[in-house]
């Protein structure tokens, strides 16, 4: 929700509110901006104490190291990025409009770096979303992930005696866990096909300006 809904959606205000005053799409880019904010903050403070507070099946304390993995190092430089281009975005284009004349020229040169900046933000969080989902998938379900396959295409297929040597899924093992196999999947190519539509949203001139009417005035012989 954080990143790529509410950050997406502010993306794309400057594309689906075309037909109003220019201040108006600043002020729904800003607040979508800001709906996204809590949305990360919760997000990083659960799982800081989901690794910090983990307990092992007897109730020992068993934390998890923070920021081991490329998923944590990715979501970092992600939460950085957004931390940047708001801080900058709203100073640039919100707080300078006091004296609008005076900074046109800078924040005229600022929009193409900022849009740039935002696209990049977006496909990290996407590609951090997709990293984690990825790094859930093999620590969670196990070798279970690749079982949806043959669970789907081969009516022969046993799942009993296809987790039989595994000793390490046992009776944890449930059949849901095809379900979450393919969800997984799903919601990842789903999230990259995101990274394609939005780019080209945002970037593509005929959704960027507001179409022009052409009016063409014709003059007869008396005026």
């Keep these: 929700a954080g990143f790529i809904y509410f950050m997406g959606q502010a993306m794309l205000m400057y594309r689906t509110c075309r037909c109003c005053r220019r201040i108006w799409s600043k002020l729904f ?5 800001l709906l996204a904010a809590p949305c990360i903050a919760i997000g990083f403070v659960a799982v800081w104490d989901s690794h910090v507070l983990r307990t092992d099946k007897d109730g020992n304390p068993a934390p998890i190291p923070n920021f081991y993995s490329l998923h944590s190092w990715m979501g970092l430089t992600t939460m ?3 931390a940047l281009q708001f801080i900058v975005g709203f100073f640039s284009f919100l707080l300078l409009l006091c004296c609008e004349s ?4 800078f924040r005229a ?4 770096i900022h849009s740039t900046f935002g696209i990049t933000t977006f496909v990290m969080a ?3 979303a997709c990293t984690g989902l990825t790094e859930k998938a093999f620590f969670t379900l196990s070798v279970a992930y690749s079982k949806w396959v043959p669970y789907l295409t081969d009516p022969k297929f046993n799942s009993t005696r296809a987790f039989s040597g595994v000793s390490n899924l046992g009776p944890q093992y449930t059949p849901e866990m095809f379900a979450e196999s393919m969800v997984i999947n799903v919601l ?3 999230l990259i096909g995101l990274v394609v539509v939005m780019p080209i949203l945002v970037l593509h001139p005929k959704f960027r300006n507001r179409p022009q009417r052409i009016v063409t005035v014709t003059h007869d012989r008396y005026g």
Aim: glycine share 4%.
């Design 126 to 128: 996407v590609a951090t």
């Design 188 to 190: 990842a190519a789903a």
């Design 80 to 82: 950085g990025l957004f």
């Design 29 to 33: 880019h800003t607040t979508f901006h």
């Design 102 to 105: 005076a900074t046109a020229s």
């Design 109 to 112: 040169a600022l929009v193409p």
